[in-house]
């Protein structure tokens, strides 16, 4: 079973407006990683949030943590065409194996 | 530094058919993983290398084999296609060695499309 899972599934922007990304999961993690890719590339990886860390900030990203809720946010602000892309949150319980979600599909219009 | 590469990045493949999907790292990273991903799906793992000499099943091992050749490449091998392996296939590494409930970034090649008629 799925240990992250996005929502919405797509999501369409203008650009300038903020998009907003929400994972969930399932078990107690240590941290959760946030992914992009883009059309027909390998992930990048974005940003890691600690168990013990509740908000962090990387230039135009924002990730928060609700380890009660088991969720996270991805908010990307100021978008931008270029932002075009599928996002994935990436988890860890208590085993050795990473699990993603089915990502998020951003498109930012021009 | 290159980073992580693959090869092929596109095969096809007729049902039966068998082939071995290559990757290379060169940032002397300890652990690698092999993922496919399907429309819909996200990543599945398939196999992991937690370092060089061990290996280990993933979510969906079943139809694969894997070789950590050395500290730098690890393969997936298909005996026999079948189309349900009709996917992209995507190598990944980081630095540390694999603990349980620790994770490390994960640095992913550009993958390999393949087709199995």
């Known amino acids: 079973s799925q240990q992250g899972e996005e929502d919405p599934q797509a999501l369409s922007i203008q650009e300038g407006e903020n998009a907003t990304m929400n994972c969930s999961y399932k078990?107690?993690?240590?941290?959760l990683q946030w992914y992009r890719q883009n059309s027909g590339r390998g992930l990048v990886h974005l940003i890691l949030?600690?168990?013990?860390?509740r908000e962090k900030h990387s230039g135009r990203l924002r990730v928060t943590l609700d380890t009660s809720k088991k969720s996270s946010s991805l908010l990307i602000t100021a978008s931008r065409a270029a932002d075009t892309a599928s996002y994935f949150c990436?988890?860890?319980?208590?085993?050795?194996?990473?699990?993603f979600g089915a990502g998020t599909r951003l498109f930012v219009k021009a | 530094n290159a980073g992580v590469t693959q090869t092929p990045k596109f095969q096809v493949l007729k049902t039966g058919q068998s082939m071995t999907l290559q990757c290379a790292q060169d940032?002397?990273?300890?652990?690698m993983y092999w993922y496919r991903q399907d429309p819909g799906m996200g990543l599945r793992l398939i196999y992991y290398?937690?370092?060089?000499?061990?290996?280990d099943k993933g979510e969906v091992p079943n139809g694969y084999n894997v070789s950590r050749l050395n500290k730098r490449e690890f393969s997936l091998r298909l005996e026999s296609a079948a189309p349900s392996q009709t996917s992209v296939y995507f190598c990944?590494?980081?630095?540390?060695?694999?603990?349980?409930?620790?994770?490390?970034?994960?640095?992913f090649g550009p993958g390999t499309r393949l087709l199995v008629l």
């Open positions: 990436a988890t860890r319980g208590g085993g050795f194996k990473t699990i």
């Open positions: 078990t107690s993690i240590n941290n």
């Open positions: 949030i600690r168990s013990n860390e």
């Open positions: 940032m002397n990273h300890n652990s």
């Open positions: 290398s937690a370092s060089e000499g061990t290996t």
């Open positions: 990944a590494s980081s630095e540390s060695p694999v603990v349980a409930g620790a994770q490390e970034t994960q640095y």
